[in-house]
């Protein structure tokens, strides 16, 4: 069946609502990234620091790229542009996804690490 038979068009340039939809999250996507970019740029200030802040400027600039590629979708309709703007939101998200994990594992190690001083201080 055709996908007109549903409401739904072909290219996004036809659907003025899709157009502003991704219009909206280019720019969230782009100044999340840069945001990325400068908290790792910062980060990477010290040697401890940069283990956590080259992966989150390589997290923003995947970001960054993926809106580009939104955009180069919205302009051509190439759905080859569209495929990579997924697969580089992809990458951001996996990458968010592994500091959320590490984050909640040294959050409840601390939380231990706590709760044993508390415990070890109320012996005597």
Known sequence: MDNSTY???NTASTDPMLKSIISKNNSDMKFLGMYNIIVGAIAC???I????GIPV???GIRLR???DSFEEYMS???SASLQRGFERQQRF????KVFIIIGIVFFCLYILFFIGILMSGSRY
């Open 57 to 59: 400027i390589i997290a």
């Open 49 to 52: 620091g940069a283990i956590v």
């Open 45 to 47: 200030l010290s040697i």
């Open 7 to 9: 409401g739904e068009s």
């Open 76 to 78: 051509s309709s190439n």
């Open 93 to 96: 998200f996996f990458i968010q």
């Open 65 to 67: 790229e993926s809106a």
